[in-house]
């Protein structure tokens, strides 16, 4: 059962913080690392933190640290609030626009917008007692981060110093964190666990001696291109970047439009099973139809360039969207032809693309009807919408199945009950959701 107890003097860090200018968290890490600010076999757990017990000439001493091995990593170029909301929802199967590793997990000098990201919160875990795979430095009041080891077997492993130290201290005391020793716990036993910190920080301090001139040599050599200002807001279809020293973002439309796609067909298949037929068509029908429709083929032309720009960039020059399609699909196969617009299904797109023209193109023109109906309500109709989000799958999955490209995760139905994306996806009515 994960343990929890309060922890005593926070009042003081940001105090602290307030006076140094520099982050809550760095303030407190350097208590974490350098100071004695635990009580041992208190409150149910091996140690309890309490900010207030170092005087405060030791708080001014250890001030002019450093180093500190935090055991979180540090995020910046991206909001909180967004991370946090992302990696639930990604947690659940959801479907999100990815951002690159480097953008945010930074290598170098800190930015404003940097804060750490807990594994384990310090009401749950001492993270002196293990590593984390980065170090943060403060030279001459400008944060860095460096990554200087990577998860092996479930423990961090680096190849700049030997952990073997460390990961004797802490089975010391994990020995010591048992239930038995928290019911009536000794002097004896309290003073064996103060000595087996003592042991660790001689451990630590072995590590951050090697790696401050590690930091040394790695500011010389690395060049950053820092950021001001605070990152944009992010919904789950945006990736974000840095150029030239400002963030970029990037919207994954195709995703995006592909969900709108799905979502307006239900309530179009919902008013046509529901309709009364004697009475004509819906002008509901005719509106869900139409959004279908241009969503569908939206989604299709933004996939599209999405593949010309990773994969033949020329391609972006071709204004006829039938023919972007048809020519990357061969780029992708070999040089040979996949699709045919005479054939399934990239004929049935290519009148997608004309009915989503006439709606986007609307030329102000008096037109023969089609059958006993005006061409708007023949074209935009429950039967044209099924038949657009179809031919959306069946024209993605024909490329990807004779490619090395992945189906997009956004076409699937996720596993997770609890997903962003889920109430998009149940009750469609369409073979490609229900299938077990």
């Known amino acids: 059962?994960?343990?929890?107890?309060?922890?005593l003097g926070l009042e003081r860090i940001k105090k602290l913080s307030e006076k140094c200018g520099l982050p809550v968290?760095?303030?407190?890490?350097?208590?974490v690392e350098y100071l004695d600010c635990r009580k041992f076999f208190e409150d149910g757990e091996l140690w309890t933190f309490d900010f207030n017990m170092p005087t405060d000439e030791q708080v001014e001493s250890v001030l002019q640290r450093k180093i500190i091995l935090p055991g979180y990593s540090i995020i910046q170029n991206i909001r909180p609030d967004d991370?946090?909301?992302?990696?639930?929802?990604?947690?659940?199967?959801?479907?999100?626009?990815?951002?690159?590793?480097?953008?945010?997990?930074?290598?170098?000098?800190?930015?404003?917008?940097?804060?750490?990201?807990?594994?384990?919160?310090?009401?749950?875990?001492d993270w002196k007692l293990t590593l984390h795979g980065s170090v943060v430095v403060n030279d001459d009041n400008q944060l860095y981060c460096w990554k200087i080891a990577e998860l092996d077997g479930?423990?961090?492993?680096?190849?700049?110093?030997?952990?073997?130290?460390?990961?004797?201290?802490?089975?010391e005391l994990k020995e010591l964190r048992t239930q038995e020793h928290f019911a009536n716990p000794s002097d004896e036993l309290k003073q064996k666990a103060g000595e087996s910190y003592k042991k660790m920080e001689i451990e630590r301090e072995k590590i951050r001696q090697i790696l401050w001139a590690y930091h040394l040599k790695r500011k010389n050599e690395t060049k950053d291109n820092p950021v001001i200002g605070t990152?944009?807001?992010?919904?789950?279809?945006?990736?974000?970047?840095?150029?030239?020293?400002?963030?970029?973002?990037?919207?994954?439309?195709?995703?995006?439009?592909?969900?709108?796609?799905?979502?307006?067909?239900?309530?179009?298949?919902?008013?046509?099973?529901?309709?009364?037929k004697g009475t004509g068509q819906n002008i509901l029908e005719i509106e869900y139809s139409m959004m279908v429709i241009v969503a569908s083929v939206g989604c299709m032309e933004s996939y599209v360039n999405m593949l010309i720009k990773e994969n033949n960039p020329k391609r972006l020059r071709l204004q006829n969207l039938r023919k972007k399609w048809r020519l990357i699909a061969k780029d992708l196969n070999d040089g040979e032809e996949l699709f045919d617009e005479l054939q399934q299904p990239h004929s049935d797109f290519c009148k997608m693309v004309d009915w989503r023209n006439k709606v986007m193109h609307n030329k102000v023109e008096f037109?023969?009807?089609?059958?006993?109906?005006?061409?708007?309500?023949?074209?935009?109709?429950?039967?044209?919408?099924?038949?657009?989000?179809?031919?959306?799958?069946?024209?993605?999955?024909?490329?990807?199945?004779?490619?090395?490209?992945?189906?997009?995760?956004?076409?699937?139905?996720?596993?997770?009950?609890?997903?962003?994306?889920?109430?998009?996806?149940?009750?469609?009515?369409?073979?490609?959701?229900?299938?077990?």
Not at 25 to 31: E, M, P, T
Request: aromatic content about 12%; proline content about 5%; some cysteine.
């Open 154 to 171: 479930g423990t961090f492993k680096s190849s700049l110093f030997d952990t073997t130290g460390i990961e004797t201290v802490y089975g």
């Open 25 to 31: 968290w760095w303030i407190r890490g350097l208590f």
């Open 231 to 276: 990152p944009p807001k992010l919904t789950e279809f945006d990736t974000i970047d840095i150029g030239d020293g400002k963030y970029v973002v990037h919207s994954v439309l195709e995703a995006l439009l592909y969900r709108s796609a799905i979502r307006n067909y239900k309530l179009c298949k919902a008013v046509h099973d529901g309709g009364d």
């Open 367 to 436: 037109l023969t009807p089609i059958g006993d109906q005006s061409p708007t309500s023949a074209i935009f109709s429950y039967e044209n919408a099924k038949l657009s989000i179809e031919t959306t799958m069946k024209m993605i999955q024909q490329l990807c199945k004779n490619t090395k490209i992945d189906e997009p995760r956004w076409m699937g139905k996720p596993g997770g009950s609890g997903g962003y994306w889920d109430e998009t996806f149940h009750d469609t009515g369409l073979d490609f959701y229900e299938k077990k």
């Open 83 to 125: 991370l946090g909301r992302r990696t639930a929802l990604g947690s659940v199967g959801s479907v999100i626009a990815p951002i690159r590793r480097e953008v945010i997990f930074p290598e170098g000098t800190l930015n404003e917008s940097a804060f750490p990201f807990y594994g384990n919160d310090l009401v749950v875990w």
């Open 1 to 7: 059962m994960e343990r929890r107890y309060s922890i």
